[in-house]
């Protein structure tokens, strides 16, 4: 099956840390830019990061950028991202796309973190 | 860039058509000649799917009820006739410089 698979989030103190996963099965996960976005709670969706076919490559939003941290294992076919540094206002449900010819045609369910004391 | 999506509540028919409108604060056409807007639904409890692919492309296993059209910096998506299952959250998204999403359309039965 096609599928794209979060796990990682979790209710972590404001300046902490927490590594996102997401497996990709049912298709060649190398053959595709990978992102992460995210949806804060009652809110619309905000574009995090994205990477490169084979991880060279990687862009995030102003808000995150020196926190956070995209990166892909091709042979394991996952995609990753390191939060450092967290802040209250990451608070959300980070969910991983796959970045197709026009669009983001492939989507998780999620994996929700807190940020919170 | 800034994606303005109207309305953000849509109470729909069923049966009856529906449009939802999203404007970009710059052109969306790309250095290689194409726009990448596209369109996306979030059902509840389902994840997030692709409608329509730059501007007006329907992604693979789309009803033709859905429409994509615009240029430059205005956009629509179009129902001609809403089923229930179509009930929703409707965002627009840009890809043509890194990514940003419009703020979603509810649309709901009314």
């Known amino acids: 099956e096609v599928q794209l698979v979060e796990s990682g989030g979790a209710l972590v103190q404001p300046g902490g840390s927490l590594r996102l996963s997401c497996a990709a099965s049912?298709?060649?996960?190398?053959?595709?830019?990978m992102s992460w976005v995210r949806q804060a709670p009652g809110k619309g969706l905000e574009w995090v990061a994205n990477?490169?076919?084979?991880?060279?490559?990687?862009y995030y939003v102003d808000s995150v950028k020196g926190r956070f941290s995209i990166s892909r294992d091709n042979t394991r076919n996952s995609l990753y991202l390191q939060m450092d540094s967290l802040r209250d206002e990451d608070t959300a449900v980070y969910l991983c796309?796959?970045?197709?010819?026009?669009?983001?045609?492939?989507w998780g369910q999620g994996t929700p973190v807190t940020v919170s004391s | 860039i800034v994606m303005t999506q109207t309305p953000l509540s849509l109470p729909v028919t069923l049966g009856q058509p529906a449009s939802i409108s999203c404007r970009s604060s710059?052109?969306?056409?790309?250095?290689?000649?194409?726009?990448?807007l596209s369109w996306l639904l979030q059902r509840p409890g389902q994840p997030l799917r692709l409608l329509i692919y730059?501007?007006?492309n329907r992604f693979s296993g789309v009803p033709d009820r859905f429409s994509g059209s615009g240029a430059g910096t205005d956009f629509t998506l179009k129902i001609s006739r809403v089923e229930a299952e179509d009930v929703g959250v409707y965002y627009c998204?840009?890809?043509?410089?890194?990514?940003?999403f419009g703020q979603g359309t509810k649309v709901e039965i009314q």
């Open positions: 796309a796959r970045d197709g010819s026009g669009g983001y045609d492939l």
């Open positions: 990477t490169n076919r084979d991880g060279s490559a990687q």
């Open positions: 730059k501007i007006s």
């Open positions: 049912g298709f060649k996960f190398s053959d595709y830019w």
């Open positions: 710059q052109s969306l056409v790309h250095s290689d000649g194409n726009t990448y």
């Open positions: 998204m840009q890809a043509t410089q890194l990514k940003t």
